[in-house]
């Protein structure tokens, strides 16, 4: 029977083993989104997992959500990226890119000429983003004009295409934690009327497109998607979340894509969403070895993903096969310090 340590084939890939690391923002890049150089050092640390995924990088200019975080779309991060992708690969790792467009959570201050970010509809979040001149109130979004939506969907695609330059070996698209695709399929956050808005399928319509650009250029079998029903994050709400999911699923399945990521960060039993997924599923947050190690003999994921106890802990599935303690992260330092609280976590002795 399978456990967490058995391989698992993952559409194209062969994992050795079933522990994902989770994409998680560490805001490591210069002004201008290019990452870092301790990046590569950073997650070709953590390449004895199954499988990396890379924090979310935004599709175009107009994507960026938050200071210092990694794009792909310059010539300049494409260059970084492939340093990040060769050193995981020489430490014998498997890495994709998570792929986003931030939406409304953008702040003109990373915008081209400062203008107004887009979104399904002029409804703007509640609170700040945090620049390096303090918290700025979230603003006003310009609702997205119909014809220029699939324009923006194919932006996956298009950073799909550099990422493959760049040669990370899949994509995972971000359709979680309330940024574009999120905002698509939330009735509270789309109120539109057209083919984007108001039934399901409909809100689920952005998706699908940003899915199918993405998988025209690197293949079903590089794709991943993540969700994150009713996370209490940038105003989710999605009252009729029961309706809407079952329609992702199945759309995601008639996609043919390798995987789909459930994050269960809200009210909402997302993991049951494996029964209506054709792919391998992907269970996220609050594991622990004891809890994964249990989903995977139970049947109720193929592989699971962890966030928080990789920051601390590069050598992750070395300490869950043997038993070793975890070190716990500083937490002044997770999106902040530069080398400090990055790279300087060591293996176990
Ligand atoms: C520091 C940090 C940054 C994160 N950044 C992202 C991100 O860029 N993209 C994403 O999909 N989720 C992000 N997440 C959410 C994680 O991927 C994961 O879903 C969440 O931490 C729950 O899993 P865990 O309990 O194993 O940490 C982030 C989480 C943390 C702790």
């Known amino acids: 029977m399978a456990d967490l340590f058995a391989p698992l084939r993952l559409g194209a890939l062969d994992l050795p083993n079933r522990i994902v690391m989770a994409p998680m923002t560490r805001s490591r890049a210069d002004a201008n989104g290019v990452p870092l150089d301790i990046v590569a050092e950073y997650y070709a640390q953590r390449a004895s997992a199954g499988l990396i995924v890379t924090e979310a990088i935004y599709v175009s200019a107009m994507a960026k959500g ?74 006003m979004p310009r609702a997205l004009e119909t014809d220029e939506i699939a324009g923006v969907a194919a932006e996956y695609g298009q950073a799909a295409q550099r990422a493959m330059e760049a040669g990370f070996d899949g994509i995972e698209v971000h359709a979680a934690s309330g940024y574009l695709i999120h905002q698509f399929l939330d009735a509270t956050i789309n109120t539109r009327t057209d083919r984007y808005g108001g039934s399901a399928v409909n809100r689920v319509r952005f998706l699908r497109e940003a899915v ?101 802990n590069p050598d992750l599935p070395r300490r869950y096969r043997e038993g070793l303690d975890l070190a716990q992260p500083d937490q002044g330092t997770i999106y902040w310090g530069g080398a400090k609280g990055y790279v300087d976590y060591p293996a176990h002795m």
């Open 212 to 312: 199918e650009s993405v998988v025209a250029v690197v293949g079903k079998d590089r794709v991943g998607v993540k969700i994150s029903p009713r996370i209490k994050f940038n105003d989710v709400v999605e009252p009729d979340a029961e309706e809407v999911y079952p329609v992702v699923a199945r759309e995601l399945s008639e996609c043919g894509i390798a995987y789909l990521h459930g994050a269960r960060q809200g009210a909402y039993e997302v993991h049951n969403l494996r029964a209506l997924f054709s792919g391998a599923y992907l269970a996220g947050s609050g594991f622990d070895f004891e809890k994964a190690n249990d989903a995977i003999v139970s049947g109720t994921a193929d592989a699971v993903v962890f966030g928080k106890p990789f920051l601390a």
């Open 66 to 139: 938050y200071v210092r975080t990694p794009g792909l779309v310059t010539s300049e991060q494409v260059a970084a990226w492939k340093k990040v992708t060769q050193t995981v690969h020489g430490k014998g790792g498997r890495i994709f890119a998570q792929l986003y467009h931030t939406g409304r959570v953008a702040l003109p201050d990373w915008l081209p000429g400062g203008v107004a970010p887009v979104a399904p509809s002029a409804i703007a979040i509640n609170g700040t983003n945090q620049t390096d001149e303090g918290k700025k109130p979230f603003v």
